[in-house]
């Protein structure tokens, strides 16, 4: 909502003028106008008011996109960067994260060619708001890939299009929402009554397209307004796109078994420990995004004292990932190691060997995401036009998301299934793919993305040749989420001395928050109870074996062919008559029937065209078909009944209620070479956290607990509360009359990451070929006594402004971090086929603190003749108590010690032009730790240095129609990960450029 009080704002400079300009300048129309200064404080209504009279000037284009940010942070009481509408709408950002990139001290994340979260000062913890309210994305919590890799607080379903204008706050005052480590970044809606009276309409119609993959694909914008005389307005934009996208990966998480000694299973043979995934995955990507989003605001000024304003973004992103990997074995599982002729490094840094393997196989994956959210706020505002203001707001928010994965995995050496009906005589497994070898060798050559290549002697069209495929597994899983909060606040505001020399304003205000999160993860299951399975938790106590655990159900998660009847694990004397005798994986009926090679169902094969597999393609599962994964599987098994059941130990409710309240002062007017605020927030938190975990001998819904989801629980339900005490003091200083010096200390806190907090206690299994038995290889748990992120932060800075868009500032900063959430990696005994064995299981702990300390340096200039210029640099240098096996006193997750930012630009006579770079620094990401023969090694994972390059072009052929063409990550820069050492590959993910050709148009 706009307008609220005792808090920073923007002031409008000519309101007349800015009407069809602001929105044409979001959507790129071509006429901006200026976007207001920052103020802090409740001398704006004063400020605007003398603007009114002001004489316009008009600039258009980017020029004034810069010139209106560069006039907002002169005029801001707070430390803030600035977004304005035009530059939103002016570069071909897709999504609102990546319209942050090019501030001063921001960075983002990507992944998948798509910005996704922003980092203050390298920090991820920070606070987004609507309308400096609260705002939920649906992307709170959400996991990715058939690894179920966490993220949380993603902006990427957020479009640009809907979006007014930002601001960063890297100082907060004591009026601002709680909950930025970093900062906040505050997304604003446009008021229509700051339009012009009158209909204004502005739209922009592209096409896109990105390398690596076929078909230009839609996106669009409109936005409408109608501003009736000053007293109603409504003001409806709609945004749709939909993208898609190519990327070559490397994985070497998907598996969290590596080893380095007594792990490998070649130890015999290769002496010199190295560093060994189970598997590398070489993997085919493409990605196809549909997103669409509308806004609607409504503003009502019945009197001059009394204004009512009501807003609602809705956002919907429906996001298909189709992968296809094939997974080369290394030092232990299916490997059977490396063969003489290899080179190790003094790091046990494989460079180059061969690898004898008795599993070759590609894997199928399907993941489709559908994430909604809802926003609404409304708020009355009264400003009696002399020394008092008031302001009431409650906003309700809900956010939802709906995941479903489907999972296949081929294979192309021998594969050996159970055969033989129940009541037929007792066989041993057969191999239906006969005629593929047994084993196969393949070469490695290592690098940022590793060669991979067929060695003599083994079939060199081993992964194309169909008559060695096997349909060998399949498996489905999904998420379900549910996040609800609402708002309601009031804040009031009184000029003690509305003077504008030395003036005093008082403020104060109170506000009730609540947030709720229901994560709920689950796997879907096959009943084989049709098919004679034994529930064996129902055979009567009287006849059962005390050394035989009877905890398992007749349900299954992997359609696997070579698992047959969990009976044939029974002691004799519970099995039937037709089971006497039998193994599970050895003589067992086949349970998991029908089966498929790829000549007997060629319609299930996809040939996959890849260049970075041996023999530049691959036969694998077509992805077409995998696209709604229930359907899929049940289409495989009609005989066997297919439903979705919750894993307890990845479902959490976490529920938030906050209490605050703050009292502030300001003091300076317009007239005083001065502006001082000081002020004091304090929020009480009540934090509930519902997390389950197993009991101490629980049965399961499945016939293994790598098989299925535990059946018995304990809900833990932890309930805290905690207040804290956030003072805060800004004070900016007219050294000069182009001077500005800025100080800032302050309290912040940032919220606790909603996975750790919630999670149970999960664990992951592998299947060892030798005994043919599923073994705990790692594993993860949450923690819902987690403390909040706490620091104390300090500024100071000096801006020089000179010309008509000249700015030279530097600024430096520190945070004390007293309360940081950390992940260690601890030895944990996990039972499992095998009789159980100690492995790595990762929790979150609360750190004892760290450091960032650092400066920044920014530059802009706009030449006369149309070209100009910004830039700006950081450096943050963060440290901490937490260590690894290697080092100590690591930095903060995810902090760039470098980081810098360039745009150069050339307007005139209706051409522009512009290129923007932004690059960052090597990052320290978090540790890996893994189970090595009983010793739990732990390794640093790092993010090499990461460039992207973005331009554009455009023209102007008339007032209201602009043709333009642009490009993201015109580099193709790869993101390129690396564990501990820079020469050991963790990760990577080929760039993808994108290019957008369209028009613009208003009216």
């Not at 390794?939 to 602009?962: A, C, E, R, W």
Request: net charge neutral.
């Amino acid at each position: 909502m706009s307008d609220r009080i005792a808090r920073p704002r923007t002031v409008l400079s000519k309101k007349g003028l800015m009407g069809a300009a602001s929105i044409m300048a979001l959507l790129v129309a071509g006429n901006a106008a200026a976007q207001a200064a920052q103020g802090s404080g409740p001398q704006q209504a004063d400020t605007a008011a003398a603007d009114e009279g002001a004489a316009p000037i008009v600039v258009t284009g980017f020029r004034q996109s810069l010139a209106a940010a560069l006039d907002a942070k002169r005029n801001s009481n707070l430390i803030i960067e600035s977004v304005s509408a035009e530059d939103i709408g002016k570069f071909p950002d897709q999504n609102i994260t990546e319209s942050l990139q090019r501030l001063p001290g921001i960075q983002i994340d990507r992944e998948n060619g798509q910005g996704t979260k922003v980092r203050i000062r390298g920090l991820e913890q920070n606070l987004t708001v609507l309308n400096n309210e609260l705002f939920v994305t649906g992307q709170e919590v959400f996991k990715v890939g058939e690894g179920n890799f966490t993220r949380t607080d993603s902006l990427e379903s957020v479009p640009s299009e809907l979006i007014g204008g930002v601001e960063v706050f890297k100082s907060p005052n004591a009026s601002l929402l709680e909950g930025g480590l970093g900062g906040i970044v505050n997304l604003k809606t446009r008021n229509p009554l700051d339009l012009k009276n009158g209909l204004t309409v502005a739209g922009n119609a592209r096409l896109n397209k990105a390398n690596g993959i076929d078909g230009w694909k839609p996106t669009g914008a409109v936005v409408a307004s109608y501003n009736f005389n000053d007293k109603f307005g409504i003001i409806v934009s709609g945004s749709y796109s939909k993208t898609n996208g190519h990327y070559d990966i490397l994985g070497g998480e998907n598996r969290g078994n590596w080893a380095f000694g007594a792990g490998r299973r070649d130890t015999a043979t290769v002496p010199t420990n190295y560093y060994a995934p189970e598997y590398r995955y070489v993997t085919d990507r493409d990605q196809y995004r549909t997103r669409w989003g509308v806004s609607v605001g409504l503003a009502y000024r019945p009197t001059d004292t009394l204004s009512m304003d009501l807003q609602y973004f809705h956002s919907d992103l429906k996001v298909d990932t189709r992968e296809g990997s094939v997974k080369f074995p290394f030092g232990q599982g299916e490997s059977l190691g490396l063969l003489p002729g290899y080179k190790i490094n003094s790091n046990g840094v494989l460079e180059s060997g061969t690898i004898r393997a008795q599993s070759a196989e590609a894997i199928s994956v399907v993941d489709e995401s559908n994430i909604k959210s809802d926003n609404v706020q409304f708020g009355t505002k009264f400003d009696n036009g002399s020394n008092f203001r008031a302001n009431v707001e409650a906003t309700y928010s809900t956010g939802s998301l709906f995941r479903d994965v489907a999972n296949n995995d081929v294979r192309f050496t021998k594969y050996t299934v159970r055969q033989g009906a129940v009541g037929g005589p007792l066989q041993d497994g057969v191999a239906l793919n006969s005629a593929a070898p047994a084993t196969f060798d393949f070469t490695y050559s290592n690098g940022a993305f590793p060669r991979f290549g067929i060695a003599p002697g083994s079939p060199q069209d081993l992964f194309s040749n169909p008559a060695n495929g096997f349909f060998k597994s399949h498996w489905a899983f999904g998420d379900r989420s549910k996040i609800k909060g609402h708002s309601i606040r009031t804040d009031l505001a009184w000029d003690v001395d509305p003077s504008e020399k030395g003036k005093i304003t008082l403020s104060a205000g109170f506000r009730y928050g609540q947030r709720t999160v229901d994560f709920t993860s689950g796997r879907y299951l096959a009943d084989y109870s049709g098919k004679g399975e034994i529930d064996a938790t129902k055979i009567p106590l009287a006849e059962r074996d005390p050394t035989f655990n009877y905890n398992y159900t007749p349900y299954g998660y992997f359609q696997d062919g070579a698992i047959g009847y969990k009976i044939c694990d029974l002691p004799e004397a519970n099995k039937p008559a037709a089971f006497a005798g039998c193994s599970r994986f050895g003589n067992s009926p086949a349970l998991i029937t029908p089966y498929d090679t790829f000549t007997s169902n060629a319609g299930r094969v996809e040939t996959l065209v890849n260049p970075n597999v041996p023999g530049g393609k691959v036969l694998i599962q077509n992805r077409a078909q995998m696209v709604n994964a229930l359907k899929w599987i049940q289409n495989l098994y009609p005989s066997t009944p297919f439903s979705f059941f919750e894993d307890p130990l990845q479902t959490f409710f976490v529920k938030e209620e906050t209490k605050t309240g703050y009292v502030m002062a300001d003091i300076g007017g317009k007239d005083d070479s001065f502006h001082v605020n000081v002020g004091l927030r304090i929020v009480n938190t009540q934090l509930k956290v519902d997390q389950n975990q197993g009991t101490a001998n629980p049965t399961y819904w499945g016939t293994d607990s790598w098989n299925g989801v535990v059946k018995d629980f304990d809900t833990s339900s932890v309930q805290r509360s905690y207040t804290d005490f956030l003072p805060s003091v800004n004070v900016v200083v007219d050294a000069a009359q182009d001077i500005k010096v800025r100080a800032s200390a302050a309290r912040v806190t940032s919220r606790q990451p909603l996975f750790d907090l919630g999670r149970g206690f999960a664990t992951d299994f592998t299947r060892d070929a030798a005994t043919d038995k599923f073994l705990f290889t790692s594993g993860s748990r949450g923690n819902a006594t987690l403390d909040p992120f706490r620091a104390y932060q300090f500024d100071l800075g000096v801006e020089y402004y000179f010309g008509r868009q000249g700015l030279l500032s530097a600024g430096v900063f520190w945070k004390e971090v007293d309360s940081f959430v950390v992940t260690q990696t601890v030895p944990v005994f996990v039972n499992d086929q095998g009789g159980g064995r100690v492995g790595p299981v990762s929790q979150p702990v609360n750190g004892k603190g760290g450091r960032v300390k650092g400066f920044e340096l920014a530059a802009q200039y706009a030449f006369p003749f149309g070209l100009g210029f910004t830039a700006n640099y950081t450096f943050s240098d963060t440290s901490t108590e937490f260590s690894n096996d290697f080092e100590t006193g690591l930095p903060l997750p995810g902090v760039s010690k470098h980081s810098f930012n360039g745009q150069v630009y050339f307007e005139k006579h209706g051409f522009a032009a512009r290129a923007s770079y932004s690059w960052r620094s090597k990052s320290y990401l978090g540790n890996f730790g893994f189970g090595d023969g009983g010793v739990t090694r732990t390794l640093g994972i790092y993010q090499k240095p990461y460039g992207q390059l973005d331009g554009q072009i455009s023209y102007q052929v008339t007032p209201n129609f602009n043709v333009f063409l642009e490009g993201i990550n015109l580099n193709k820069e790869n993101t390129k990960t690396y564990l501990q050492f820079p020469e050991l590959p963790f990760r990577y993910e080929s760039g993808s450029r994108r290019i957008f050709a369209g028009v613009k148009f208003n009216f």
